[in-house]
């Protein structure tokens, strides 16, 4: 029949009534939303596996570290460890909640594990005199400049925290990347993107042709022109990709948390061992400084004054595992770098099933024969131009943005834990919030995107900025000093109406 009433396809004859072509638009749009969120899945699987994987990997080294503990430590040091059990679990169950994303500052943490292991040791290494709590305040204070733990806690600390803040940024940065992948391929195509999508996969029906192919170069600029929002991901996606690499070589490397996290009870056994061999001198010193305390009336047991035990623990080592976990991951990362700008071609590809570059016997949108226009570049700038799909520059989707702001913010921190900071994300986004998806990014990855000042707090995992309150959060802190300046002024007023 004549193709007049066609508002798609070309108005030659064709086969096609006002409904066909309708439900050919639809069906169009269903499958090709059906192809991105495919191929997203592909994606997300990916980077959830991995996360799952060294999740699970990480997990167990902390959970074979406190089994060790809690093994050896019954025999080892009798009441010290009984009657203190809850020291030691509450150290592991605050490493475990930093590790997780929650709001801990995990140098204080270990501060704090310290600080409640030697007031215990020190009244079981005294229990013939009566020591208060304001004893202890004082104890603390003198014998922090006496180390009677030794070099631990200050070495345990520096390569814990750095071990812990690669791992979490690490296991983070997986999440963060599947999470953006869903949302943008969640995103719904617009009208002209489906009429377009229409023309390249339908319309050679309508006109008698459904054996004939799209042509490849004209299913490109059709694609292209549809998903140019998502092409512009694509820096701020590699330097994620990258990132993510460079922090796993420090995990399995400077920071190699196997050797860091498999022998923490190790360290705190050793801890233990170096105040035992130095009690007396410790204490000789804290009497000095803080006085000597009144004498107990209750008596001291056997268990309380017995050495304690040295032995010397062992711990199995992952790391054959643990480079294996990297490898992967590396290889990973690598294949998915490109993820963005190499979707068309591949939708084309594998799903549309366009025909290849030099065919002219091919569908061109109007007929069968060659595509002569050429292939548009990525990105939503250089859609400009776009034959087959009319693509307004001036509005980029605000979904997509928020998402490259994602990855910006989840880059920014892998680039800290590659030098062992601790970057709170809201500081992140207020450091980069200026910046456009196209940045130039230093040799090192990002490295040196960091925050003025690293601090060890966490905030609410991969959180996206929220700008407007920022923004007025910041407005009322400046305005406190003329606030306060304004009600000094009333102040003095009201004062001098009284002196009248």
């Given at each position: 029949i004549l193709g007049e009433h066609l508002r798609i396809c070309p108005q030659g004859y064709t086969c096609c009534t006002s409904e066909m072509e309708e439900n050919f638009a639809n069906k169009s749009r269903s499958e090709f939303e059906a192809m991105m969120k495919e191929a997203g899945r592909t994606v997300q699987m990916t980077l959830t596996a991995q996360h799952r994987s060294f999740d699970g990997y990480f997990q167990d080294l902390l959970n074979k570290s406190e089994k060790a503990l809690y093994d050896a430590f019954p025999s080892l040091y009798g009441e010290l460890y009984t009657q203190n059990v809850k020291v030691f679990k509450d150290l592991y169950s605050e490493l475990r909640r930093y590790y997780r994303g929650s709001n801990?500052?995990?140098?204080?943490?270990?501060?704090?594990?310290?600080?409640?292991?030697?007031?215990?040791?020190?009244?079981?290494m005294n229990p013939q005199y009566h020591i208060t709590d304001e004893y202890l305040d004082c104890m603390v204070k003198h014998a922090e400049q006496h180390k009677p733990f030794g070099e631990v806690p200050r070495d345990l600390k520096v390569?814990?925290?750095?071990?812990?803040?690669?791992?979490?940024?690490?296991?983070?940065g997986f999440l963060v990347g599947s999470d953006v992948v869903k949302k943008v391929s969640q995103v719904s195509l617009s009208h002209e993107c489906t009429r377009a999508i229409m023309k390249l996969m339908y319309c050679p029906h309508c006109r008698g042709m459904s054996s004939v192919k799209p042509c490849n170069n004209y299913c490109l600029n059709v694609v292209k022109g549809c998903l140019a929002n998502q092409a512009d991901l694509n820096?701020?996606?590699?330097?994620?990709?990258?990132?993510?690499?460079?922090?796993?070589?420090?995990?399995?490397?400077?920071?190699?948390?196997?050797?860091?996290?498999g022998t923490i009870h190790m360290r705190i056994s050793e801890a233990i061992s170096n105040l035992q061999e130095n009690k007396d001198s410790i204490t000789a010193?804290?009497?000095?400084?803080?006085?000597?305390?009144?004498?107990?009336?209750?008596g001291s047991s056997s268990e309380e004054r017995r050495r304690w035990g040295k032995v010397a623990l062992e711990a199995k080592s992952s790391a054959q595992a643990l480079e294996m976990l990297v490898l992967d991951a590396k290889g990973n990362l690598t294949a998915l770098k490109t993820y963005w700008i190499t979707l068309p071609g591949n939708l084309c590809s594998k799903k549309i099933m366009a025909s290849s570059v030099a065919d002219d016997k091919c569908w061109n949108g109007m007929t069968k024969g060659?595509?002569?226009?050429?292939?548009?570049?990525?990105?939503?700038?250089?859609q400009i131009n776009n034959p087959e799909v009319e693509v307004d520059i001036?509005?980029?989707?605000?979904?997509?943005?928020?998402?490259?702001?994602?990855?910006?913010i989840m880059t920014n921190r892998l680039g800290n834990a590659n030098i062992g900071n601790d970057v709170d994300f809201q500081d992140a986004s207020d450091d980069m919030s200026g910046s456009g998806s196209g940045d130039s990014c230093?040799?090192?990855?990002?490295?040196?995107?960091?925050?003025?000042?690293?601090?060890?707090?966490?905030?609410?995992?991969?959180?996206?900025?929220?700008?407007?309150?920022?923004?007025?959060?910041?407005?009322s802190n400046r305005s406190l000093p003329s606030?306060?300046?304004?009600?000094?002024?009333?102040?003095?007023?009201a004062a001098q109406h009284l002196w009248r």
């Open positions: 801990i500052n995990l140098e204080e943490a270990l501060n704090e594990f310290w600080t409640r292991l030697l007031e215990r040791l020190f009244k079981l390569k814990a925290t750095r071990a812990f803040i690669a791992a979490r940024s690490y296991a983070q820096t701020e996606w590699k330097y994620l990709m990258d990132s993510l690499v460079i922090v796993a070589d420090r995990i399995d490397g400077p920071y190699n948390v196997d050797t860091v996290i010193k804290v009497f000095q400084g803080c006085g000597n305390p009144k004498i107990s009336t209750k060659s595509y002569l226009p050429e292939v548009m570049g990525d990105g939503l700038a250089n001036t509005k980029p989707d605000m979904t997509i943005r928020q998402q490259i702001m994602q990855l910006k230093p040799d090192d990855v990002c490295g040196k995107r960091l925050s003025k000042s690293p601090s060890t707090r966490q905030p609410e995992t991969h959180a996206i900025p929220k700008q407007s309150g920022h923004g007025i959060s910041g407005a606030a306060f300046l304004l009600l000094l002024s009333v102040a003095f007023l």
